[in-house]
């Protein structure tokens, strides 16, 4: 595709289910981001891809969360036992590479805990 | 952490006129980028400075960097209805792949 895709655009969940997030990037980029932005503030990074190497999960606020990104392409965020400070926007994000390129964002997944 | 922060948090200004917002950040970078995002959905990629230039243009974008004194601006001239958005920078440190943003400057172009 032409850019970075999300699905689903929103969704809302009852505390205490799973969600899953998904992430297409665009074809080729190696790098791909995700992040949480929070009403009215900038982004938390949470979990990077690069290539088959480890990702780095260091962003991640709790062991709720976890990502998979299979076949180098397509990622999926998964959140466990949402809870209502999960409420938020996920943004994925991909690149070329990790050094000198830009990130191209994809829409997001508004999130809402109920 | 957060690396940049803009100022000012919001700005407000006439169509036509000029705004400019500022980034600070604390260590040394590889790039410094600048996004806008409307909505509060996905962001757009505006221009990137790398830390060996000064000075970049994109059409009526006009970025600055300092590296001595870790600071960058971004202006835009002769502002549009359609420039109304959230602008944020993004610092890439030097030796680090992550990009770390601030909380962003919300510009409102009135008519």
């Known amino acids: 595709g032409a850019g970075v895709s999300q699905s689903p655009s929103n969704k809302v969940t009852e505390k205490g289910k799973d969600v899953e997030l998904r992430c297409d990037p665009i074809s080729g980029h190696t790098a791909l981001y995700w992040y949480r932005q929070s009403l009215g503030q900038g982004l938390e990074f949470l979990i990077y891809?690069?290539?088959?190497?480890?990702?780095?999960k260091s962003g991640l606020p709790s062991d709720r969360f976890s990502a998979e990104r299979t076949g180098g392409s397509v990622s999926t965020l998964t959140i466990q036992r949402t809870q209502q400070e999960d409420s938020a926007v996920y943004l994925c994000?991909?690149?070329?590479?990790?050094?000198?390129?830009?990130?191209?964002f994809g829409p997001g997944t508004r999130l809402t805990v109920t | 952490s957060q690396q940049g922060e803009e100022d000012p948090q919001a700005l407000s200004i006439q169509e036509g006129e000029n705004a400019t917002m500022n980034c600070s950040y604390k260590?040394?970078?590889?790039?410094l980028q600048w996004y806008r995002q409307n909505s509060g959905r996905g962001l757009v990629h505006l221009i990137l400075i790398r830390s060996n230039e000064r000075e970049k243009h994109s059409g009526r974008l006009r970025v600055t960097l300092d590296t001595s004194k870790k600071s960058s601006s971004l202006l835009i001239t002769a502002s549009r209805a359609a420039d109304t958005a959230s602008y944020f920078c993004a610092v890439r440190p030097y030796n680090d792949y992550k990009l770390s943003f601030g909380a962003g400057t919300t510009v409102t172009v009135r008519a």
């Open positions: 994000a991909s690149s070329l590479d990790t050094v000198s390129y830009e990130q191209y």
């Open positions: 891809f690069q290539g088959n190497s480890a990702p780095d």
């Open positions: 260590t040394s970078i590889n790039n």
